[in-house]
């Protein structure tokens, strides 16, 4: 069965860093493109981040710049390198993996940006 578990979710201050890992169980990745999305409370869930298979990525315009996305399939694993965090980044951030139409995620991990 193929799980996603996110991680490295905290409160950090504005202008602050953090680092989400995603590990993928039950599937290698290798073949396939990933995504990072996040939902703040009232909002709907927003793209953030992608990459594909061969290492391309993409970001939303709120996040160029800031964040990097990357991906290690040796330890079947994706990041999402946050930096320069606002408060209006503050979500639960999800990832994504893209198994050809279907669409596995994650729980879900908190980000609380905050002073």
């Known amino acids: 069965q193929v799980q996603l578990v996110e991680s490295g979710g905290d409160l950090v201050q504005p202008g602050g860093s953090l680092t989400l890992s995603c590990v993928c169980s039950?599937?290698?990745?290798?073949?396939?493109?990933a995504g990072w999305y996040r939902q703040a409370p009232g909002k709907e869930r927003e793209f953030v981040a992608s990459?594909?298979?061969?290492?391309?990525?993409d970001y939303a315009d709120s996040v160029k710049g800031r964040f990097t996305t990357s991906r290690d399939n040796t330890m079947n694993t994706v990041s999402l390198q946050m930096n320069k965090l606002k408060p209006e980044d503050t979500a639960v951030y999800y990832c994504k993996i893209q198994i050809g139409t279907l669409a596995r995620w994650g729980q879900g991990t908190q980000v609380t940006v905050s002073s």
């Open positions: 039950g599937l290698p990745i290798t073949p396939y493109a």
């Open positions: 990459i594909s298979s061969t290492g391309a990525t």
